[in-house]
């Protein structure tokens, strides 16, 4: 009989083995234009804040 940790380690082999260089994409630098997204949603959400705080 096969124990859990065996299938475990069976299950995890097979997925990695699935995986091929052209799964794989080059890392991209954050984007300006997302950065500036996050500082506008961050303000946001503050400023929404203390209006219902007040």
Do not use: C, F, N
């Amino acid at each position: 009989m096969i124990g859990p940790e065996q299938l475990l380690r069976e299950a995890l082999d097979a997925r990695a083995a699935s995986v091929t260089y052209g799964d794989l994409r080059l890392p991209l630098p954050p984007s300006a234009d997302r950065s500036r997204i996050r500082v506008w949603y961050r303000a946001a959400k503050v400023a929404g804040l203390l209006v219902v705080l007040r």
